[in-house]
């Protein structure tokens, strides 16, 4: 069964850092990429990011590029997120999707269920 | 501001049929492939159309895609309370070098 497990809910303050995971399972990591998607409160879906774990080819959307980091463990199956300094702009749901080929437009065809990140002042 | 844009809502009666678009640009529309997803109430998205005009297995043919230019239209027949939901459309942007995500829809089935 394919799965994508996400780590847990996060209350931080301003200016920590944080590292959220997405742990793969029922399929072989390094044949996907593994995207992360940003929802604000109430708002739309926002593409942030995205690896290929075998070479840890990245792509980042220009909202996000230098303000997030993707990278992967493939020897333990996860992807991660992180922040060297959360705003309170950072508050979101961070869903992390699988896609077979993110270049023309690939489909996310599997989510994991979101990491709630909740930054205060 | 989302590039691709949507139209904020649509309604429609159960039974009914309702079409959501999906507009955008030659850098991301031409020679990329769309896709549709749903996000019902407090759910991760899923799913419904991939490569313009496909379903995964499980999807019903309720469900459909299509592109024309720089335009994308996803229809939903047979209308369900169930269906009630978020719907966005998504592709891949050359310019960019990056995907995009639409503004989304909120479908309400009357």
């Not at chain 1, 075998?54 to 997030?68: A, L, N, W």
């Not at chain 1, 922040?83 to 994991?112: E, H, N, Q, T």
Request: charged share 15%; net charge neutral.
């Amino acid at each position: 069964e394919v799965q994508l497990v996400q780590s847990g809910a996060e209350v931080k303050k301003a200016g920590d850092s944080l590292k959220v995971s997405c742990k793969a399972s029922g399929f072989d990591l390094t044949n996907y990429w593994i995207g992360w998607v940003r929802q604000t409160p109430g708002k739309g879906l926002e593409w942030m990011g995205i690896i290929y774990p075998r070479d840890s080819d990245t792509r980042y959307s220009p909202s996000f590029q230098g303000q997030v980091t993707i990278s992967a463990d493939t020897s333990i199956s996860t992807v991660y997120l992180q922040w060297s300094s959360l705003k309170a702009s950072d508050i979101a749901m961070y869903y992390c999707a699988r896609s077979p080929s993110v270049i023309r437009g690939g489909a996310f065809d599997f989510w994991g269920r979101g990491t709630m990140v909740t930054v205060s002042s | 501001q989302s590039v691709l844009t949507q139209s904020p809502s649509v309604s429609a009666a159960p039974g009914q049929k309702v079409t959501i678009s999906c507009s955008g640009s030659s850098s991301n529309f031409e020679n990329n492939f769309v896709s549709w997803y749903q996000q019902l109430p407090g759910a991760a998205p899923k799913v419904l159309i991939y490569e313009n005009n496909k379903r995964p297995s499980g999807i019903p043919d309720r469900f459909s895609g299509s592109k024309s230019g720089t335009s994308a239209t996803l229809g939903i027949t047979g209308l369900q309370t169930g269906d009630e939901a978020d719907y966005y459309c998504g592709t891949w942007d050359s310019s960019l070098s990056a995907g995009l995500f639409g503004g989304g829809t909120k479908l309400t089935v009357l």
